[in-house]
């Protein structure tokens, strides 16, 4: 099976621009969670989504947002950039059978985000 | 709310030595505890994860992590340190139940030397 994707894996913007990144699960996987990683602040938990729905949101503001599709893309938004928005950005995908929590998350090569 | 702390946010061993990397968890309720490694410009590979059951879990590429409800710990081990075992390591946690949202340490960067 092919793995989770990303795209794009390298993205530079401006200030105040906005930006749409796209993850494409795991063939079978219900599941996707977005992460934020930066060198300050770890890897830190964006959003979840299940059948479309976000089921969970980490505490991010709400120029952050995200959408998944009904075959389980997803792809989430940044609008009004600011320089510390730069950061990887991780997608992770699970199958969403039995144990939730305890499922594995399997995750993407990121997206390299830089805001100048 | 649930955290993980990672002690030692850089550890270097020589290669065959014994590799250690402690993680320490706090959670109001049973947690499913995860260990993943990443190398550089690359994403995360899950090593091992413990949800319930024996409390030794054994991982990918010779790894090892023991749950300790006593200790609230779950460090990860290796016997004998390679090369290609450079790279940053994260402890992780959820809380249980249906919540897949992932809690990271700060991590730690294993440096192996030869």
């Known amino acids: 099976k092919a793995g989770v994707t990303q795209t794009p894996r390298y993205l530079i913007k401006t200030r105040g621009q906005q930006v749409t990144l796209s993850c494409s699960p795991i063939s079978g996987h219900r599941s996707v969670s977005w992460y934020q990683q930066t060198p300050g602040q770890g890897l830190q938990f964006l959003f979840e989504y299940f059948s479309e729905t976000q089921r969970n949101k980490g505490n991010f503001p709400g120029r952050f947002s995200g959408r998944q599709f009904s075959n389980s893309r997803s792809e989430m938004n940044v609008s009004t950039l600011e320089l510390g928005d730069s950061a990887l950005y991780l997608c992770a995908s699970s199958p969403s059978y039995g144990t939730g929590g305890g499922e594995t998350q399997y995750f993407g090569p990121g997206t390299r985000l830089l805001v100048l | ?114």
């Open chain 2, 1 to 114: 709310a649930q955290s993980v702390t990672q002690l030692g946010s850089h550890v270097s061993v020589s290669e065959g030595a014994l590799v250690l990397l402690r993680c320490n968890y706090s959670s109001s309720v049973p947690p499913y505890l995860f260990w993943y490694v990443q190398y550089p410009n690359q994403g995360l590979q899950l090593l091992l994860k413990y949800t319930t059951g024996a409390t030794l879990v054994k991982g990918i590429n010779g790894f090892e992590a023991e749950f300790k409800k006593s200790e609230t710990s779950f460090h990860l081990t290796k016997p004998s340190a390679h090369m290609s075992d450079a790279a940053e390591y994260f402890c992780a946690v959820t809380r249980g139940g249906s919540a897949r949202q992932l809690t990271f340490g700060s991590g730690t960067q294993l440096t192996v030397l030869p």
